[in-house]
């Protein structure tokens, strides 16, 4: 059973018993009447026919609370939108593929560029952006969630619950995080347990509670891709391109929206999907993960006016050597207790890269990054970009 402390900023919704699936279905087939939902699924083509994938779209088959699916694309040729097309037509739901390196959508993009309001990068990040603008402009749903396309173990409870926390007009959260244990044979996540909490920590041990940190420290598992937001939440904030998506999502929502409209629901243990390579710089992995989630949380901090320069981060890099340690040996006693194996030699070597990286991603301080303008920054900007957006998707898909 899990616990029911309640810590930190935000409200923490545990899950402390089993939940009847068929009632909260019904409920929620009720409450989408009021409060439309799309399902943005931000997917590389090489994930398309892998089990994972295949596994969730089985799932989705027996969800019945949803408008529609957003399936937001990069990796692929116009014989790949073939593919993609005749896989996801699986869905019960009704459904739209955004084709994002596309001829018809890369050439609207290219009017970001040319505006300095971002501009198109394979990814994630930018996927994600670009179904959240769909929603946005169409204004036809009024929630919007997002799931990751490599989870091996999704189950629809978990999205309906995820959705049940901003679709209940009791609940009525603005956005909604899920959070879960990253343990199958042995404890996962190394980024956000040897990297990412460690240098939280510094950050406070250097320059002691501010609100954006102890709003960051409450969430129990702050990279997580799966969240739900309102869709005028979703128009108002920037987005990361790259791997700081998750980090500078919670950023921009600490900057618009109260802690009491923010929560994060239980989505249980076991929660598998792709276990990425420690990599280098050459070649990517959790290496180019952290140095990217540093370089974003950076940027927010300086936005909050925490001096960046002088000794202040060797001060952070030194109180990140002494957290990671910490962190290493608290993570090994778990591993014992719960008779699980612990690599310690492959863990330090972990550490170590993160380290590197985090020096990197300081010595990056100034530049930008990649950075996607806010939808209504985008229509104040570029009045006609929205209308030409949406043009572009409805021949994409009528094509």
């Known amino acids: 059973m899990s616990d029911f402390h309640q810590h930190g900023l935000i409200c923490t919704l545990q899950r402390l018993a089993e939940t009847n699936s ?3 279905d019904a409920k929620l087939a009720v409450l989408m009447k009021e409060k439309p939902v799309s399902l943005i699924l931000p997917c590389h083509f090489s994930e398309i026919g892998q089990p994972a994938l295949a596994h969730i779209l089985d799932e989705l088959s027996q969800v019945g609370f949803l408008r529609e699916v957003i399936v937001s ?14 896989y996801f037509g699986r869905l019960e739901q009704p459904h739209r593929i955004l084709w994002n390196d596309g001829p018809r959508l890369g050439a609207v993009y290219k009017l970001l560029n040319d505006a300095n309001l971002g501009g198109f990068v394979p990814g994630k990040g930018f996927n994600t952006w670009a179904a959240c603008g769909l929603v946005f402009a169409e ?7 997002t799931q990751d396309c490599d989870v091996a173990s999704f189950r629809k409870e978990m999205l309906a619950r995820l959705c049940f926390s901003s679709m209940d007009p009791e609940l009525n959260h603005g956005y909604s995080k899920m959070y879960y244990s990253r343990v199958t044979d042995r404890i996962y996540g190394r980024v956000s347990r040897l990297f990412l909490a460690p240098l939280l920590h510094a950050l406070v041990r250097v320059v002691g ?9 409450s969430f129990r598992y702050p990279l997580s891709g799966e ?16 791997w700081g998506l998750e980090i500078g999502l919670l950023c921009e929502v600490f900057r618009v929206m109260e802690p ?22 050459a070649d990517g992995g959790l290496y180019k993960m952290s140095r990217e989630i540093a370089h974003a949380l950076f940027g927010h901090l300086m936005d909050e006016g925490l ?6 981060l060797p001060a952070v890099l030194a109180s990140y050597h002494r957290e990671s340690r910490e962190a290493l040996r608290r993570y090994k006693n778990l591993a014992l207790i719960n008779g699980l194996p612990f690599d310690m030699v492959a863990e330090q070597h972990a550490v170590e890269l993160f380290s590197k990286a985090l020096g990197e991603a300081m010595d990056a301080q100034g530049s930008t990054g990649v950075v996607l303008a806010s939808w209504k920054r985008v229509r104040n900007v570029l009045p006609d970009f929205t209308g030409q957006f949406l043009s572009a998707v409805a021949a994409e898909n009528e094509g």
Not at 307 to 312: A, D, H, K, S, V
């Open 22 to 24: 068929g009632e909260l």
């Open 73 to 86: 694309t990069n990796g692929m040729d116009k014989g790949g939108l073939g593919v993609a097309r005749s």
């Open 139 to 145: 204004a036809k749903s009024e929630i919007l969630v």
């Open 209 to 217: 509670h501010h609100p954006l940190l102890d709003f960051l420290l």
């Open 227 to 242: 969240y739900v937001m309102q869709r005028d939440l979703a128009g108002a904030m920037s987005m990361r391109g790259d």
């Open 260 to 281: 009491n409209r923010v929560c994060q629901v239980d989505g249980g243990s076991n929660y598998d999907h792709k276990h990425q390579p420690l990599g280098s710089d």
């Open 307 to 312: 001096p960046m320069t002088g000794e202040f």
